[in-house]
């Protein structure tokens, strides 16, 4: 069964606008993870938070993790069209080292220039 | 450097037949892992390679499907007398050791008719 479960499933805004999206998951966990992925292909990483951290920023990416509540956001700020991508958060399927990622369904954001 | 390359990008076959999905990690990633995204299913993990270790096989769906990675590199996934529901998108990702982030190829399309 998924482990993270992003929402919501789709979200449209406007250029500029902010774009926030938000995982739960259900055991604990080592780390939490952002992925991005355009047209259903490979994905790429955007930003880790262990599971000791409570907020991390790279650029216009904003994560937090609430450990209490199983949760995490994804904020990204001033967005533009080529954030357009759907969005997956990922826990660790096993609790150390190199593991295999358990993911959520993912949310579709588009951004509207 | 080169990322995680996967071919073919798109595979067309008939139900019953055998297909071979490959996939070619980065240079000095000892793990590599294989996902298959499908349309309501969301991005499951299948198998598993570190190092020199017997692969982690607990996410392959059934005994048809099989995967072996030669000389630590190049990692080969069989989906033997393919089935309907197999048609999904094949994801390849590597990473370093001891690290969380995985760099996903472009992924095999696979349609099952």
């Known amino acids: 069964s998924q482990q993270g479960e992003e929402d919501p499933q789709a979200l449209s805004i406007q250029e500029g606008e902010n774009a926030t999206m938000n995982c739960s998951y259900k055991?604990?966990?080592?780390?939490l993870q952002w992925y991005r992925q355009n047209s259903g292909r490979g994905l790429v990483h955007l930003i880790l938070?262990?599971?000791?951290?409570r907020e991390k920023h790279s650029g216009r990416l904003r994560v937090t993790l609430d450990t209490s509540k199983k949760s995490s956001s994804l904020l990204i700020t001033a967005s533009r069209a080529a954030d357009t991508a759907s969005y997956f958060c990922?826990?660790?399927?096993?609790?150390?080292?190199?593991?295999?990622?358990?993911f959520g369904k993912g949310t579709r954001l588009s951004v509207i220039a | 450097g080169a990322g995680v390359s996967q071919s073919p990008s798109n595979k067309v076959t008939e139900k019953g037949k055998d297909v071979e999905l490959r996939c070619d990690p980065i240079?000095?990633?000892?793990?590599l892992y294989w996902y298959r995204q499908s349309l309501g299913q969301g991005l499951e993990f299948l198998i598993y390679?570190?190092?020199?270790?017997?692969?982690?096989k607990s996410g392959l769906p059934s005994d048809r499907f099989s995967a072996e990675r030669t000389g630590g590199s190049v990692s080969t996934l069989t989906i033997q007398r393919t089935q309907q529901e197999d048609s999904a998108v094949y994801l390849c990702?590597?990473?370093?050791?001891?690290?969380?982030?995985?760099?996903f190829g472009p992924g095999t399309r696979l349609l099952v008719l």
């Open positions: 990702a590597s990473s370093l050791p001891d690290s969380e982030t995985q760099y």
């Open positions: 055991t604990s966990i080592n780390n």
């Open positions: 938070i262990r599971s000791n951290e």
């Open positions: 990922a826990t660790d399927l096993f609790s150390s080292g190199n593991t295999p990622l358990v």
């Open positions: 240079s000095g990633h000892t793990a």
């Open positions: 390679f570190q190092g020199n270790s017997a692969p982690d």
